[in-house]
């Protein structure tokens, strides 16, 4: 047999089939609703980090896509890509994994068991390094790339932290500054990574721009400017990462905070003050305080006292550097910021009604200075409310007059309202009868004065007359007295005309004492002012037989200045106040009509309008008021209150009429009674 190789001709020997190197299986890793992510371990390609391609059916994956390369525990890497892809959608689809060009890793759609792993497996194995650059990229490129995916990347991120094991750092609370600026401190000792990003998770990733972190004593102190506030937990890397919980209380003032820092914090965060401070009115406001630590403010409180319904408060402030934003008001937990008249020496005044009710308790007076800082000035235990003008009041009037500021804050009109809310007091009082003990048709109640010779003048100006009438002479108790007490005596007994001399506290307001005299008569009451005297013969008999038939509360009569003109006569009101449209009126001038707001100097009470006057609701501190009130009743029933003209009274001396703050007060609560004014005036 032939067996030479050329035996066979030209043929050559078959080449042996070497089947080709499997693919490995390229792992899926849902991630959220249209997310997923694809891995391969690999080992290293000798220092150099391979060109990595996936293709989906033989295309690219869709933009957005995100690849890494991570160090394992056991060496070698971990290529990990991210891109957006419904999971069904994925799985119906072959897929080619290669690095520089070589097909490494397949997952082909119709294999029985898709390579679907659980989303621990995508750190499991990881180094440490590794975790740190993974949580780093989905953190920061991945937050971005896949922001349309906020809700549930979010979620992803967190659960990724806990799958880390990231450690979360203690907060120790936290200091405020400027128009939102904060530092949070940690319990950390690891100081942070040279531009380390900070990361706020909420309900979506977001990266923090502007932080500044400095370490120091097992601290961590964590600048957050305005554009970066986050009210969640944060996440820095330092250089692995850690979890930042919120502060658990409020933040401190900076000032505050400060204290027992070191000298470098101190130095940072002062200079994170400044920094702020060139735009930032409230941080210039701080570094202004930090420079004058004694403070330069002084507080005068003027007036503090439980109103209904709250409290009414004065006070005058002395802030010549402005370093005072605003007062504040803080009573049984519950506070209020107070509206500040500045001058131009930077002093401040403010007076008004706080409605803050709370019997029987302190109340603190705080400071807030411009940068935000709350200090507290005084404690003080609010005395009750008489009914008085509270110190201060007129002062800051004239503050408010001076810039005519807006109504709702007009001290006068604050003031009045609050003693409308007054429920009525009853005065004790001392009465002593001169003369004879019978009772008049008509009653003359009058202020004694501080003149004896009016007392016995006033009698004569009664005649013969004086059978019908009785006099009732109000007094304040003190030295006075006992002088006023003869010369009643002494008209009593001259005149024989009955004298009630009825003694009260120096604190009583003229309307109360009004009330107190009006509830010892049984008859109408003619009300007089102090030097407030008749002028023409037959003027008893005029308004006896008027109270006693006319349907009116209450009328108004006119007094006449030692020239015949009008002194007083029926007031108004105007959109400026006060008016008195009859004054300087020479008498002849005068005619009846009606009127709005009767004046305490002459006015008559028929014996309907001395019940009604006693049977009111609101305890009136001052007359006009009070009058106005009946007026306002009759206006309400259909009845004018007359103007009686035919016998003038004169006055002889006295007090000008009053002005400011006082004369503002009584046409604020006169506009109270008002209503549509009766035609005449």
Known sequence: ?????????????????????????????????????????????????????????????PSPSLSA?????????????????????????????????????????????????????????????????????????????????????????????????????????????????????????????????????????????????????????????????????????????????????????MTAWLNGRSPAIRAWALGRVRSAAAGDPAAQALLAEMQRPDLPVRLAVRSLCVAPGGLLYAFRLEDPERLVRTLRLEIAGRHLDLDLHRGPAGTGLCAGFAPLEAEAAPCRIQMVLGSGRITTMATVQPAAFDGSEPDGFAEVWQAWHRISGPPEVNPARVLAAIRSARAPRRIPVLVQRFGSPRTGRIALIAPAGAHPDLISARAAAVGAGGWQAEILL????????????????????????????????????????????????????????????????????????HLEETPALVTAGAVLDHEGAVWEGPLDLGAEGLLRPLDGLPARRLAGTSTSFPSPELAGLSRAGVMRLLASATGHADLAPALAELAAADRAAGTASPFRVSHPFRRFGGTAHPTGFAEALRGEELRRQALPAAEGL
């Open 1 to 61: 047999m032939n067996m030479r190789p050329d035996a066979f001709g030209e043929a050559r020997a078959p080449a042996i089939a070497c089947p080709p190197r499997p693919l490995d299986e390229l792992r899926i890793v849902p991630l959220s609703t249209g997310l997923a992510a694809i891995y391969l371990d690999a080992p290293p390609a000798g220092g150099r980090r391979p060109r990595l391609a996936v293709t989906l059916d033989g295309r690219p994956v």
């Open 69 to 253: 390369a991570l160090p394992l525990e056991r060496g070698g890497l971990r290529h990990l890509v991210l891109f957006t892809q419904d999971m069904p959608e994925l799985l119906a689809r072959d897929l080619l994994l290669t690095l520089d060009g070589v097909p490494r890793a397949e997952a082909r759609s119709e294999w029985l068991q898709p390579p679907l792993r659980p989303l621990p497996a995508l750190v499991e194995g990881l180094a440490a390094s590794g975790r740190t650059r993974f949580l780093k990229m989905l953190l920061t490129t991945a937050a971005s790339l896949f922001s349309g995916h906020g809700a549930e990347l979010a979620a992803l991120a967190q659960r990724m932290l806990d799958l880390c094991a990231v450690p979360v750092a203690r907060p120790l609370g936290a200091a405020a500054f400027g128009a939102g600026h904060a530092i949070r401190s940690h319990a950390w000792a690891e100081p942070p990574a040279p531009g380390a990003p900070v990361v706020a998770l909420g309900r979506q990733i977001g990266r923090l721009a502007g932080c500044d972190a400095r370490s120091d004593g097992g601290l961590l102190h964590l600048h957050l400017p305005p554009a970066a506030r986050a009210e969640g937990d944060l996440v820095i890397f330092t250089p692995d990462p850690v979890r930042l919980p919120a502060p658990n209380k409020a933040a401190a003032p």
């Open 474 to 545: 109000t007094l304040p108790e003190g030295p006075a007295a006992a002088r006023m007490r003869d010369a009643a005596a002494a008209a009593a007994a001259l005149h024989d005309l009955p004298h009630r001399l009825v003694l009260h506290d120096a604190r009583a307001h003229p309307a109360e004492v009004l009330r107190a005299a009006a509830a010892l008569i049984e008859g109408p009451l003619l009300l007089l002012g102090a030097t407030v005297l008749p002028a023409t013969p037959g003027w008893l008999e005029d308004w006896l037989r």
